[in-house]
């Protein structure tokens, strides 16, 4: 099992940054592939960005490319998503997931995930 926690959301003026963390506990953080999604009030949930074990690979989503940035601490057992020039529509509940294998962008992909962490962003 793999326990993940995220943190870092709140309320951010449009425009502005924030950084979310993921720490995860349990099993070796550095076997597996991390993501974060997002999912808006009566949208399906949609993938912002993944990293591969050692970080050597990422995927964005087309929306956040250029804006967001993936990137992990193995040692800290942590992965980051660092949000900048945010706009009303990044506005939404985020989630990391876990998966032990290759990198994905697919939501059904990944094994384990943290209970979100909240932002809104004002105009």
């Known amino acids: 099992q793999v326990q993940l926690v995220e943190s870092g959301g709140g309320l951010v003026q449009a425009g502005g940054s924030l950084r979310l963390s993921c720490a995860a506990s349990?099993?070796?953080?550095?076997?597996?592939?991390m993501g974060w999604f997002r999912q808006a009030p009566g949208k399906d949930r949609e993938f912002v960005a993944a990293i591969s074990w050692r970080g050597g690979s990422t995927l964005y989503a087309d929306s956040v490319k250029g804006r967001f940035t993936i990137s992990r601490d193995n040692a800290k057992n942590t992965v980051y998503l660092d949000m900048n020039s945010l706009k009303s529509e990044d506005a939404a509940v985020y989630y990391c997931?876990?998966?032990?294998?290759?990198?994905?962008?697919?939501?059904?992909?990944?094994?384990?995930w943290g209970q979100g962490t909240q932002v809104t962003v004002s105009s």
């Open positions: 997931a876990a998966r032990n294998r290759l990198v994905s962008s697919r939501a059904f992909d990944y094994d384990y």
């Open positions: 349990g099993r070796t953080f550095s076997n597996y592939a």
